[in-house]
């Protein structure tokens, strides 16, 4: 440490001690404040209570807020919402067709993980599986409720794909004629 | 003239190579009672009898390329014909002769399959576009074909029949436990008495006869548009039940209801004493039942 800087912390430590001790506000700190405030304008007169229930100025002024929001939110929904563009009228899934749905999702995601075995005996097969599989849904579509319809779906693509398997393996074989 | 007399002298000359291009084959094996017997193959032809020896034997020719391939041991024998050059030529025609009580297991592709004349505790057959005959005892039965027609008349207790659009014809004593799915090919089943008769299809029709129901036995058919014709006898005992989206229903017995409001016809029923269950369901194919047989 410097001589300089030491000369420095024992000068600020002595102005320290000089300051005067805590001192207490005035009684009449907010009666002095007050007057020299500008004057205020007016009020309306008050209006009798007896009649009139007084609401809180918060509510009366801002009770646009929650009905706004609520519509905002209502807009939003309706621009984001996927049956935005749905009929009012449109037939609700049944739960059998949303399980059909994802049935099929999953089923053209399994078979596309297949690789396209082109042999012969197996492709009148997969064709036929695949009209067949069209012609459930539409019944599916027609009769909604039907749940052996799901069960046909589930069969018809368990085969498609237990096929299109051993078309692949056998084309990769050769175990074709 | 003269030009054609040397290409025919050429061409009798050639039979007797191409004639040495098959490969003969004469396969033994003694089995212990129960084993299993495999027999693979993709083209051509393979008949199967049933004979009163212990051994089982394979004979048959080969194509020119084709090799057999076999693993043995006393409770096993797997034949397999190999096709290397990815050429079948014709494939392999074989003859295999199977003892009794044993479990015998046919795959071909294209191949047609000709089983008669077995005494086999379990028979499996499949096949892609080939042809499926069987007849004969079996103990546990179960064909498949994807394209192929099957026609089954086993004396058997279960019988399991799957095809795609290959028709299925079942009879000649088959009776108990029976199965019989396609998607779009015709199904007949003349069954004895049955414990259980399930039978889907989307598309081909369906003709099912029994002799007798079992008590607490069940009939279950499913249909999306394929007819549905069932004949059982008077006497059966069961709890009738039929729907249908949009096709027709016709019964001997029972009345069909339709809804004040909407599409769609049902009927419910009580056959006898209403002991088993015969369930039938269609989307747009109409179903017959027959009180007749």
């Known amino acids: ?177 | 003239m003269t030009r054609s007399l040397m290409t025919c002298c050429a061409a009798l000359l050639l039979l007797p190579a191409v004639a040495l291009a098959d490969t003969q084959i004469d396969e033994r094996h003694n089995l212990a009672a129960g084993g299993r017997i495999e027999l693979s193959n993709v083209a051509g032809k393979v008949t199967v009898r049933g004979w009163d020896r212990n051994d089982v034997q394979l004979t048959g020719t080969l194509s020119d390329g084709l090799q057999l391939r076999q693993e043995k041991s006393a409770n096993r024998v797997r034949w397999e014909i190999e096709y290397p050059r990815r050429n079948n030529n014709g494939g392999a025609t074989l003859v295999l002769n199977v003892p009794r009580s044993v479990e015998l297991l046919l795959s071909t592709v294209s191949a047609s399959q000709d089983i008669s004349g077995i005494d086999v505790r379990r028979l499996q057959a499949d096949t892609v576009s080939g042809s499926l005959s069987a007849s004969g005892r079996s103990g546990d039965s179960k064909l498949n074909t994807v394209s192929g027609g099957v026609i089954a008349r086993l004396q058997t207790p279960k019988l399991d029949v799957n095809t795609v659009s290959g028709r299925i014809e079942a009879g000649g004593g088959v009776s108990g436990d029976i199965g019989a799915q396609t998607v779009s090919g015709r199904v007949e089943v003349d069954a004895g008495r049955v414990q259980r008769l399930a039978v889907e299809t989307v598309s081909g029709s369906i003709d099912l006869s029994a002799a007798g129901l079992a008590p607490g036995g069940r009939i279950n058919v499913e249909s999306v548009s394929a007819s549905v014709n069932l004949r059982l006898p008077r006497t059966v005992s069961a709890q009738l039940s039929v729907n249908s989206f949009s096709g027709s229903i016709n019964s001997d017995a029972g009345q069909v209801e339709r809804p004040r409001y909407g599409p769609g016809s049902h009927l419910d029923t009580r056959l006898g004493n209403g002991d088993g269950d015969i369930r039938i369901q269609s989307h747009s194919g109409s179903v017959r039942v027959r009180l007749d047989r």
């Open chain 1, 1 to 177: 440490m410097s001589t300089h800087e030491h000369d420095s912390d024992h000068d600020l430590a002595a102005r320290l001690r000089a300051l005067p001790p805590e001192r207490s506000l005035p009684a009449d700190g907010w009666a002095r404040l007050s007057a020299q405030l500008p004057p205020r304008e007016p009020q309306a007169a008050p209006v009798p209570a007896d009649n009139v229930v007084a609401l809180p100025a918060r509510s009366r002024r801002r009770w646009w807020l929650p009905v706004g929001a609520a519509l905002a939110a209502s807009l939003a929904l309706y621009a984001v919402a996927p049956w935005r563009h749905a009929q009012p009228d449109a037939p609700v899934p049944s739960t059998l067709q949303l399980q059909a749905a994802a049935m099929t999702a999953q089923y053209q995601q399994a078979v596309a993980s297949l690789p396209a075995g082109r042999a012969p005996e197996w492709q009148p097969a997969l064709h036929e599986l695949d009209e067949s599989a069209a012609q459930i849904q539409a019944a599916l579509a027609q009769d909604p409720r039907a749940p052996h319809l799901l069960g046909q779906l589930k069969r018809t693509y368990a085969l498609r794909l237990e096929l299109t398997r051993q078309a692949a393996y056998a084309a990769e074989s050769g175990l074709t004629t």
